[in-house]
C-alpha cells in the first residue's frame, strides 16, 4: 500500500513515511492511493472477534510495510484494559428502537481521540525506526480541546519525541484545559494562543510549510510531524470502530446482515466521519452519513449548497471540540469524491486561501448528495437535545452528541428514513458539566466547575470519568502563552534552538 498527495506535489510515500512525516511537506495530505475492499462474508468473520483482533485485520489492509507483529504489538500496547476498561472498548447502547450511541469516550482522558492516539505513539516510533530516522520527532499539535489531552496523554516520556500543543485561550472547557495543563512528562510543553482553533491550526500548518524553518531544526537534529487528523496514522484507527458497531447490531441481532444502517457524526474537522465514510468505501453497508454541525455550520452549508464559504463569523458555543471553520480532512474527502484530481483540489484551496470560499463542480457535488447529508444544532436545541434524552432515555449526552442526536432527527423528519441509526458520542458528558446541567435544570449556573461535576454526579447518578477524578487538586504545570504571530518563536525557544 502506498500513499499519495491530494495536490499531486510530492512522489509516492509507504505508510510508515506518511505516519512520520504527518502531513504532505509542500501542503495536502497523505491518502491511500487505493482503498482495500472487503467482502461482507469476510466482515461476518469477525462478528465474535475482539475490538484488538478486528483491529490488526483493518491495519494489516493499509500498513502494508509492518509486520503482522508490529501491529499486533501495536494494537495490544494501545488497547490494553489499563487504557481501555471497558470489555468492548467502544460500547454500542440502544436508546430507543432504531437509534444507538457509540461510546467512544472509555480511554483516559474520556474523548474519541484517545481511540488513535493511544496507538498513534507505537505506530510512529515504528515508522522513525523503519526509515531510519535518527532526529529527535517534534510532535505539534492544534486542538479545540480533546485531541491536545489525548496526544499528551499517548507521548508523554516517550523517548526521542518531544509534543507541543497549541489550544485557543477561552475556546476550550475548564476541565479541558485542566487536563492538558495538569499534563505530565518530561518531553510536553502546552501553548494557549489568543484566538481560536482555525487559528491554532493555520499556525501549525504554516510551520509544516516554513522550508526555512524545517533547515534550522533538521541542524538541530529535530524533525515534525502530527498528531492532528492531518496524520494518516490518526485517522487510520478510527476506521475500525465503524466496523464493530456494525459487527455489535449483528450480533444483537437488531439487523440482517447487509442490511444498510445509517451513521450520524458530530464533527468539526471532518476526520470522524471521514473515517465512516472509508468504512463504507471498503465495504460496510451503509446507507447515509448524517454529518452535524453546530452554530459554526461551515460544513451543513456545504452540504447543502456545494460552496465552502469561512468568510463569516466564528461563534463560541458549548460544543467547542466543533468549534471550526477549517475541516482539514474535507481535503482528503474531496480528492476521493472528485476522481482523485489533484488539479481541481489546488485549485479550490487557493480559492479557499484567496478569497475564503471555494465551489465545487457539480458532477462530485451531486456524487457527495446522494451519501451524504448535513444538518446543525443551535445551541439551543443541543440543549433540548441534552435534557430530552434524559428524560425519555434516561441517559447523559454531552453537548456534541447531542448535536448528532438532535441532527438525526431532523434528517428523520425531513427525509422519513427510519433505518437503524448510529451516533458517534465522542466525549464524556463530564468533560462539559456545566453545559450539561445547565442544560437538564434549564438555568445558568455560576458555581465552579468542579462543584457542578459533583451535583451533576448526584442529581443523575451516573459516575465521573475515571480520567476526571481528582483533577482539581493537580498541579498546574504548563504557563506558555502566545499570540497568532509568535508561535514559531515560541516553538525555537521551547525546543532551545
Given at each position: 500500500?502506498?500513499?499519495?498527495?491530494?495536490?499531486?506535489?510530492?512522489?509516492?510515500?509507504s505508510?510508515?513515511?506518511?505516519?512520520?512525516?504527518?502531513?504532505?511537506?509542500?501542503?495536502?495530505?497523505?491518502?491511500?492511493?487505493?482503498?482495500?475492499?472487503?467482502?461482507?462474508?469476510?466482515?461476518?468473520?469477525?462478528?465474535?472477534?475482539?475490538?484488538?483482533?478486528?483491529?490488526?485485520?483493518?491495519?494489516?489492509?493499509?500498513?502494508?510495510?509492518f509486520?503482522?507483529?508490529?501491529?499486533?504489538?501495536?494494537?495490544a500496547?494501545?488497547?490494553?484494559?489499563?487504557?481501555?476498561?471497558?470489555?468492548?472498548?467502544?460500547?454500542l447502547?440502544?436508546?430507543?428502537?432504531?437509534?444507538?450511541?457509540?461510546?467512544?469516550?472509555?480511554?483516559?482522558?474520556?474523548?474519541?481521540?484517545?481511540?488513535?492516539?493511544?496507538?498513534?505513539?507505537?505506530?510512529?516510533?515504528?515508522?522513525?525506526?523503519?526509515l531510519?530516522?535518527?532526529?529527535?520527532?517534534?510532535?505539534?499539535?492544534?486542538?479545540?480541546g480533546?485531541?491536545?489531552?489525548?496526544a499528551?496523554?499517548?507521548?508523554?516520556?516517550?523517548?526521542?519525541?518531544?509534543?507541543?500543543?497549541?489550544?485557543?485561550?477561552?475556546?476550550?472547557?475548564?476541565?479541558?484545559?485542566?487536563?492538558?495543563?495538569?499534563?505530565?512528562g518530561?518531553?510536553?510543553?502546552?501553548?494557549?494562543?489568543?484566538?481560536?482553533?482555525?487559528?491554532?491550526?493555520?499556525?501549525?500548518?504554516?510551520?509544516?510549510?516554513?522550508?526555512?524553518?524545517?533547515?534550522?531544526?533538521?541542524?538541530?537534529?529535530?524533525?515534525?510531524?502530527?498528531?492532528?487528523?492531518?496524520?494518516?496514522?490518526?485517522?487510520?484507527?478510527?476506521?475500525?470502530?465503524?466496523?464493530?458497531?456494525?459487527l455489535?447490531?449483528?450480533?444483537?441481532?437488531?439487523?440482517?446482515?447487509?442490511?444498510?444502517?445509517?451513521?450520524?457524526?458530530?464533527?468539526?474537522?471532518?476526520?470522524?466521519?471521514?473515517?465512516?465514510?472509508?468504512?463504507?468505501?471498503?465495504?460496510?453497508?451503509?446507507?447515509?452519513?448524517?454529518?452535524?454541525?453546530?452554530?459554526?455550520?461551515?460544513?451543513?452549508?456545504?452540504?447543502e449548497?456545494?460552496?465552502?464559504?469561512?468568510?463569516?463569523?466564528?461563534?463560541?458555543?458549548?460544543?467547542?471540540?466543533?468549534?471550526?471553520?477549517?475541516?482539514?480532512?474535507?481535503?482528503?474527502?474531496?480528492?476521493?469524491?472528485?476522481?482523485h484530481?489533484?488539479?481541481?483540489?489546488?485549485?479550490?484551496?487557493?480559492?479557499?486561501?484567496?478569497?475564503?470560499?471555494?465551489?465545487?463542480?457539480?458532477?462530485?457535488?451531486?456524487?457527495?448528495?446522494?451519501?451524504?447529508?448535513?444538518?446543525?444544532?443551535?445551541?439551543?436545541?443541543?440543549?433540548?437535545?441534552?435534557?430530552?434524552t434524559?428524560?425519555?432515555y434516561?441517559?447523559?449526552?454531552?453537548?456534541?452528541?447531542?448535536?448528532?442526536?438532535?441532527?438525526?432527527?431532523?434528517?428523520?423528519?425531513?427525509?422519513?428514513?427510519?433505518?437503524?441509526?448510529?451516533?458517534?458520542?465522542?466525549?464524556?458528558?463530564?468533560?462539559?458539566?456545566?453545559?450539561?446541567?445547565?442544560?437538564?435544570?434549564?438555568?445558568?449556573?455560576?458555581?465552579?466547575?468542579?462543584?457542578?461535576?459533583?451535583?451533576?454526579?448526584?442529581?443523575?447518578?451516573?459516575?465521573?470519568?475515571?480520567g476526571l477524578?481528582?483533577?482539581?487538586?493537580?498541579?498546574?504545570?504548563?504557563?506558555?502563552?502566545?499570540?497568532?504571530?509568535?508561535?514559531?518563536?515560541?516553538?525555537?525557544?521551547?525546543?532551545?534552538?
Open positions: 500500500m502506498e500513499y499519495i498527495s491530494t495536490r499531486g506535489n510530492y512522489r509516492k510515500v505508510s510508515a513515511e506518511a505516519i512520520s512525516l504527518g502531513m504532505v511537506p509542500d501542503g495536502g495530505l497523505f491518502i491511500p492511493e487505493m482503498i482495500p475492499q472487503i467482502r461482507l462474508e469476510e466482515i461476518l468473520e469477525f462478528k465474535d472477534s475482539s475490538y484488538q483482533e478486528l483491529a490488526v485485520w483493518i491495519f494489516e489492509k493499509y500498513l502494508s510495510d509486520s503482522k507483529k508490529e501491529i499486533k504489538d501495536s494494537v500496547a494501545a488497547y490494553k484494559e489499563e487504557s481501555f476498561p471497558s470489555k468492548e472498548k467502544t460500547p447502547l440502544k436508546i430507543n428502537e432504531n437509534t444507538y450511541i457509540l461510546e467512544l469516550w472509555h480511554g483516559p482522558t474520556a474523548a474519541f481521540k484517545d481511540m488513535a492516539l493511544q496507538i498513534l505513539p507505537h505506530l510512529l516510533l515504528k515508522s522513525v525506526k523503519k531510519n530516522i535518527k532526529k529527535e520527532i517534534v510532535i505539534l499539535v492544534a486542538t479545540s480533546d485531541t491536545g489531552k489525548a499528551l496523554e499517548g507521548f508523554k516520556d516517550v523517548d526521542g519525541v518531544k509534543i507541543i500543543v497549541f489550544y485557543p485561550e477561552d475556546g476550550v472547557s475548564r476541565v479541558q484545559e485542566d487536563q492538558m495543563k495538569t499534563t505530565t518530561k518531553n510536553t510543553s502546552v501553548v494557549s494562543i489568543k484566538g481560536n482553533f482555525d487559528d491554532c491550526q493555520t499556525a501549525v500548518k504554516n510551520i509544516f510549510a516554513d522550508k526555512e524553518f524545517k533547515a534550522e531544526l533538521e541542524a538541530d537534529n529535530y524533525q515534525f510531524s502530527s498528531a492532528n487528523s492531518i496524520n494518516w496514522g490518526r485517522l487510520l484507527p478510527q476506521i475500525v470502530y465503524y466496523f464493530q458497531a456494525y455489535e447490531l449483528l450480533k444483537d441481532k437488531k439487523i440482517k446482515a447487509g442490511e444498510k444502517i445509517n451513521i450520524t457524526v458530530p464533527t468539526g474537522n471532518f476526520g470522524n466521519i471521514l473515517a465512516a465514510y472509508y468504512a463504507f468505501k471498503m465495504g460496510l453497508p451503509v446507507n447515509k452519513f448524517i454529518c452535524a454541525s453546530n452554530d459554526n455550520k461551515v460544513l451543513s452549508d456545504f452540504l449548497t456545494g460552496v465552502y464559504n469561512i468568510n463569516r463569523d466564528f461563534k463560541k458555543t458549548i460544543s467547542p471540540s466543533m468549534d471550526i471553520l477549517i475541516s482539514s480532512n474535507l481535503e482528503r474527502f474531496l480528492f476521493e469524491m472528485n476522481g484530481d489533484s488539479g481541481k483540489i489546488n485549485k479550490w484551496y487557493q480559492d479557499l486561501k484567496t478569497d475564503k470560499s471555494f465551489k465545487i463542480d457539480e458532477e462530485t457535488f451531486t456524487k457527495i448528495r446522494e451519501m451524504f447529508s448535513g444538518e446543525f444544532s443551535s445551541e439551543a436545541e443541543a440543549r433540548a437535545s441534552i435534557k430530552q434524559y428524560q425519555q434516561n441517559y447523559l449526552l454531552d453537548p456534541h452528541t447531542a448535536v448528532g442526536v438532535d441532527s438525526l432527527n431532523k434528517y428523520r423528519q425531513q427525509s422519513g428514513d427510519q433505518k437503524t441509526a448510529v451516533v458517534a458520542s465522542t466525549a464524556n458528558p463530564y468533560k462539559f458539566s456545566r453545559a450539561v446541567l445547565e442544560s437538564l435544570k434549564e438555568e445558568k449556573l455560576e458555581q465552579d466547575e468542579y462543584r457542578i461535576i459533583e451535583e451533576l454526579s448526584s442529581l443523575t447518578e451516573t459516575e465521573v470519568h475515571r477524578i481528582g483533577l482539581e487538586e493537580m498541579e498546574n504545570r504548563h504557563h506558555h502563552s502566545c499570540d497568532i504571530n509568535s508561535v514559531k518563536s515560541k516553538v525555537a525557544k521551547i525546543l532551545k534552538i
